[in-house]
């Protein structure tokens, strides 16, 4: 039987987990019924603030990740730290990963090495976006095939921004790959070694869906 249902995760910090945890005791649900009560009322207040702004006039459909993930980008928009957003291509052909060795150090995460194809979003278009991200750093069409997590990457005093990644589940459809954009090089590993490659830590869930191809 398919999937109805699109699993979305978000790296918390260990306080707000904690904090969870605590409040999962006292209100007797699991965590899935707790955070899809969360996820319901953020919605709720969300599209009640979006109103007010048709420049920012977002259609919501509880079960669309993309659009939560869109509107999530614009509710926090206005902080004082600027958010990035980053799409990556999990792109899987004949069991392997494509990774690609970047040209030089990226001005926000300056231990980054190898990293999935993709890069900084300029629109809410997030697959158009993904697609032509990877066209450029790689030469290859694509085809987006599904949501795989995306989380806030952890912030720390010397950050200057919030940097959001997202990860999708990709499939080259044409082109000979060739490294453009920021990448130098282009690999395809198997997945359980792609992170031999990798010099920053990946989430959990990532590391969970390399494990199933």
Known sequence: M?????????????????????????????????MRQVIESY????????????KNKLDIDQSDANKILKLYYQLIGNHQKDTIVV??????KEG???????KEKDPYVKELTWVFPGGKFDSL???EELTAKIKEETWLSVYVNQLIHARLIPDSPEKKVKIIAIYYHCTPVS??????GDLKKLSWVEPTKVFHYFTTSTADEVVSFLGTI
């Open 43 to 54: 919605l709720s207040v969300a599209q009640k603030t979006l109103v007010q702004s048709p």
């Open 125 to 127: 278009d997030f697959e």
């Open 175 to 180: 082109g000979k790959e060739n490294a453009g």
């Open 87 to 92: 799409g990556l291509g999990i792109i899987i």
């Open 96 to 102: 392997k990963v494509l990774i690609g060795q970047r």
């Open 2 to 34: 398919a999937r109805k249902t699109k699993i979305m995760g978000f790296s918390l910090p260990p306080e707000i987990y904690q904090e969870i945890e605590n409040l999962l005791k006292t209100s007797h649900k699991t965590k899935s019924e707790f």
